[in-house]
């Protein structure tokens, strides 16, 4: 059985070390596998929900968002990669969905209930931001993809799909497809950033970037939060809540050798400059290939625009069938 898999990042910046751990690195590893059929799309349309008025944001992180997805080895011969806002069908598909959920419904969704609190929009959220869950919803059913990984603050917008798909199917007749949502094994799906406070994200600026020169990456590995009551170098030691051992377990290669260094730290005499350096030689032996496949790409930015292109028209084309669907299933099809 082949799987259809869709997901997509919102291109509001580059991204960093939480995305590859938490999901790039997983794609690159669906897309080897050959019964699987990948489509990456860059959702420029749902960053515009909370961005319209700074569309050089979205605009510019596109190609950004494009590199990091080919420099981590996300290959446009296998994977179909793409830009929602090129494929006008996607729109029109939650035209109709929106008919089947009710204002009561979009209210009640948790990820974009404290999305609205914490950007404090009250009342004045954007009427495209309140039901970008539906969009999603078209996102997925257009290539009726029945896998989709995602981050665990996506599961509402699985959840909504899946009513629209059931809503859809029983009112229309069957045509979408119940995806089913993947979800980062526990653990891998939160890296928390260099300050130790909650996950690795852009808004909190304690991310490492797979843009990151070397230089970047050893300073911000040496401004990491460890055990601010290890002062000395004698003094014992704490792992736990230590982002170096935190980092050195998601990272690390030689086990053996990270559980001696934590039962030396633990043992007092290990200071935090040798595990730092330690840390930066591991993150750069997984950074380094990243980032020099990162320039080679970013030298020609048309190529990458063009290959986002002829992704877009493939991913069209698949959208349009499904939505061809949609409206023969409607009774809306007149003129076909
Ligand atoms: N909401 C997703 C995020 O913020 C991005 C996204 C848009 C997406 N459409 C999608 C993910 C469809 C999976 C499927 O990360």
């Known amino acids: 059985m082949t799987n259809i898999i869709l997901t997509g990042d919102?291109?509001?910046?580059?991204?960093?070390?939480?995305?590859?751990?938490?999901?790039?690195?997983?794609?690159?590893?669906?897309?080897?596998?050959?019964?699987?059929?990948?489509?990456?799309?860059?959702?420029?349309?749902?960053?515009?929900?909370?961005?319209?008025?700074?569309?050089?944001?979205?605009?510019?992180?596109?190609?950004?968002?494009?590199?990091?997805?080919?420099?981590?080895?996300?290959?446009?011969?296998?994977?179909?990669?793409?830009?929602?806002?090129?494929?006008?069908?996607?729109?029109?598909?939650?035209?109709?969905?929106?008919?089947?959920?009710?204002?009561?419904?979009?209210?009640?969704?948790?990820?974009?209930?404290?999305?609205?609190?914490?950007?404090?929009?009250?009342?004045?959220?954007?009427?495209?931001?309140?039901?970008?869950?539906?969009?999603?919803?078209?996102?997925?059913?257009?290539?009726?993809?029945?896998?989709?990984?995602?981050?665990?603050?996506?599961?509402?917008?699985?959840?909504?799909?899946?009513?629209?798909?059931?809503s859809f199917n029983n009112t229309y007749g069957e045509v979408l497809v119940n995806p089913k949502g993947v979800f980062p094994d526990k653990g891998m799906g939160r890296l928390p950033g260099i300050d130790g406070n909650g996950k690795m994200s852009k808004s909190l600026g304690n991310g490492i970037y797979l843009s990151d020169s070397e230089e970047t990456v050893a300073k911000k590995v040496m401004s990491m939060y460890t055990d601010p009551n290890h002062i000395h170098v004698e003094d014992p030691g704490q792992v736990e809540g230590n982002m170096v051992f935190t980092y050195l377990d998601v990272f690390g290669k030689d086990k053996e050798k990270i559980e001696e260094l934590k039962a030396h730290y633990r043992r007092g005499g290990l200071g935090d400059v040798k595990i730092k350096r330690y840390l930066i030689e591991v993150l750069e032996e997984e950074l380094n290939p990243i980032r020099t496949r990162r320039e080679e790409f970013a030298k020609d930015p048309e190529q990458v625009m063009l290959m986002l292109k002829e992704g877009s028209e493939k991913a069209q084309a698949v959208a349009a069938q499904t939505l061809a669907e949609v409206k023969k299933a409607m009774g809306i099809a007149y003129f076909s």
């Open 10 to 166: 919102r291109p509001t910046g580059k991204l960093h070390l939480g995305h590859y751990v938490g999901s790039l690195k997983n794609r690159v590893a669906m897309q080897g596998d050959p019964e699987n059929e990948l489509f990456i799309m860059v959702a420029d349309m749902q960053a515009l929900t909370d961005n319209a008025k700074n569309p050089e944001k979205v605009y510019s992180n596109v190609l950004q968002v494009a590199l990091d997805y080919l420099a981590v080895g996300l290959d446009p011969a296998r994977t179909t990669m793409f830009i929602q806002s090129q494929i006008p069908e996607l729109s029109e598909l939650t035209m109709y969905f929106l008919n089947l959920v009710s204002v009561g419904r979009v209210r009640r969704n948790p990820t974009v209930k404290s999305e609205i609190e914490q950007k404090g929009f009250g009342d004045s959220v954007p009427t495209g931001f309140f039901i970008y869950p539906v969009s999603q919803a078209s996102d997925i059913t257009a290539f009726k993809a029945n896998l989709v990984p995602v981050g665990e603050d996506q599961k509402p917008m699985l959840e909504q799909t899946q009513e629209i798909v059931q």
